[in-house]
């Protein structure tokens, strides 16, 4: 009985060992499929001139579409959609004319305001007409309402008619104080999205943020820019009624003037909104303002495909990438084709070359994996905000995304940076895949920019679904950290949203690109073959959201 024993455990623990041997050779032979030169040609077309810089609603739309669809087909991946690849995103596309200036009376004089070079404003109202006409305007801090950090800025304040100037960003970054929201790194209350969200809870007739670089995380080009182009919204059956009637922006120098003309010091009042118990301060100025909007309705299309698990296969993984950019624009240095090949062909490469490797496994996972391709990032996360409304699998069956956008052709990385660390114990599974590579984790250097609030990841985070944005963007194997923030500045200023975001293939590097596809790969797989579940962090905004629906 004894040895009959001992042969038996020997047994089960020879077997046990066969199976561990016998998934890691699986896994090891399913990575080294993720070329970079797979990922070269993927993105040589969708890049190409005939693809006319993929932006949604144009024929560049429908060659994208099919091409992923195409490639879906050829990596076994099944359609999700009630046995379709694509799913219907119902967008509007809003143009407005606004006055040329915006007028406040003020207790020192009558202040005119110009468009564009000071103020830019906007409405997402199903309106042809929208007039405002001797509203109160009042300041009221940062405009946030974050109870988990007792902060209130609208309380006591009753903003329904009223015009509500707010700043940019949160106290956390203007005082510098860690213990202040997330200290120098933005949380989602300072993002202007938030902001807006926040005014039509609180009745506002209107709300202007006062812009400046460090707390927006980009110039005043970039408000402009978005002021004069047609923006995208996902159609609202209410006709977006529960909105601002006005949405926009001054800037500081505007600001400085208005609060000059109400007898106050701007910078003063910045001072004391960035104190705990600050309450809002009436203005005594009234506001006139008009503008004119004009109303499109047209349907784009997220594609994806689906590997099923196993016997996990209603709960789901999954990896995202946008596919849409901006089309035919204005003309710079000769050209006018918006291509996005970084933004955002590398990643979706990236994306496909993980789905090729989930392909080879012959081992299925227990879990299902899902390859998703939104659209109209680029118009504010339409496509995954509508996806996360719109699931193909419940909320509480999906188990977390792997997005990535901007991954950079420069060849490998010592760091795997996270943008939005600290948020979830994803973290924790990224420290593990890059000690696999040599590789170390680390924070986004420029927090304050709120990259975690602008890319596709941050729509599955706000439904409270565990995201991850992370790639190697921080120190070079070969030429280190000063040569690569150096590289990462030079294609910011002369390549980002420009037609000069192109393949060229002599600068470009893929290896580091394929290091972070094997990276992301094998956490997934290490994720879809157990029964763990990340959790958001104590302290994250997204926990409470997560945790109202899970069981």
Request: net charge negative; hydrophobic share 40%; glycine share 10%.
């Amino acid at each position: 009985m004894k040895k009959t024993g001992i042969n038996g455990l020997l047994a089960i623990v020879l077997g046990l060992t066969a199976c561990v041997s016998s998934a890691d050779r699986d896994f090891s032979q399913a990575e080294a499929v993720i070329s970079g030169e797979a990922m070269v040609d993927y993105i040589k077309v969708l890049a190409s001139d005939e693809f006319r810089g993929r932006a949604p609603f144009t024929e560049g739309e429908e060659l994208t579409i099919n091409y992923l669809k195409g490639q879906f087909i050829e990596l076994g991946l099944e359609p999700v959609f009630d046995g379709s690849y694509f799913q219907e995103v119902p967008l509007m596309e809003v143009e407005v004319k606004p006055a040329d200036e915006l007028r406040m009376q003020t207790p020192g004089g009558l202040l005119e305001l110009q468009n564009l070079s000071e103020f830019v404003a906007f409405s997402r109202k199903v309106q042809p007409r929208t007039k405002i006409e001797d509203a109160p305007v009042v300041f009221a801090g940062y405009g946030i309402v974050a109870p988990e950090y007792g902060w209130n800025d609208y309380e006591g304040l009753d903003a329904r008619g009223k015009i509500v100037v707010v700043l940019v960003n949160d106290p956390g970054l203007a005082t510098g104080d860690p213990g202040l929201f997330r200290g120098n790194a933005m949380s989602y209350y300072g993002r202007w999205t938030y902001k807006y969200e926040e005014a039509a809870r609180q009745g506002a007739l209107g709300l202007l943020i006062v812009h400046n670089t460090r707390g927006a995380g980009y110039p005043w080009s970039v408000v402009v820019n978005g002021g004069v182009s047609p923006k995208l919204y996902l159609q609202d059956e209410n006709g977006n009624a529960e909105f601002a009637d006005l949405e926009g922006w001054l800037t500081t120098g505007a600001a400085e003037k208005l609060f000059a003309g109400a007898g106050m010091d701007f910078h003063e009042l910045v001072a004391r909104a960035s104190q705990v118990g600050f309450r809002a301060v009436e203005l005594n100025t009234r506001m006139w303002f008009e503008m004119e909007s004009r109303f499109t309705y047209d349907v784009s299309r997220n594609v994806a495909g689906v590997f099923p698990g196993t016997d996990l296969g209603d709960e789901v993984i999954i990896f995202s990438a946008h596919w849409d950019h901006f089309g035919i624009g204005p003309i710079i240095d000769g050209d006018s084709i918006y291509r996005g090949a970084v933004d955002n062909g590398t990643s979706i490469a990236w994306m496909l070359e993980i789905a090729r490797a989930f392909g080879k496994l012959e081992q299925k996972p227990r879990r299902s994996i899902m390859i998703l391709a939104p659209t109209a990032e680029e118009q504010g996360l339409l496509g995954a905000h509508w996806y996360v409304s719109h699931p193909a699998f419940p909320l509480e069956k999906t188990v977390a995304n792997f997005n990535n956008d901007l991954m950079l052709p420069l060849g490998r990385m010592r760091d795997v940076m996270i943008t939005g660390f600290g948020q979830s114990t994803l973290d924790d599974l990224v420290e593990e895949a890059a000690a696999r590579q040599d590789r170390y984790v680390v924070a986004d250097p420029t927090p304050e920019t709120g990259m975690y609030y602008r890319a596709d990841h941050f729509a599955f985070a706000k439904a409270g679904v565990p995201a991850l944005f992370a790639r190697g963007n921080v120190e070079h194997r070969e030429h280190g950290r000063d040569w690569m923030a150096q590289k990462e500045k030079d294609w910011l200023a002369n390549n980002y949203h420009k037609p000069a975001d192109k393949y060229d293939a002599e600068t470009w590097n893929m290896e580091g690109i394929v290091e972070d596809a094997r990276l992301a790969f094998y956490m997934s797989w290490k994720l879809a073959r157990s029964e763990e579940w990340p959790q958001w962090k104590e302290g994250s905004e997204f926990k409470a959201v997560r945790e109202r629906y899970m069981p």
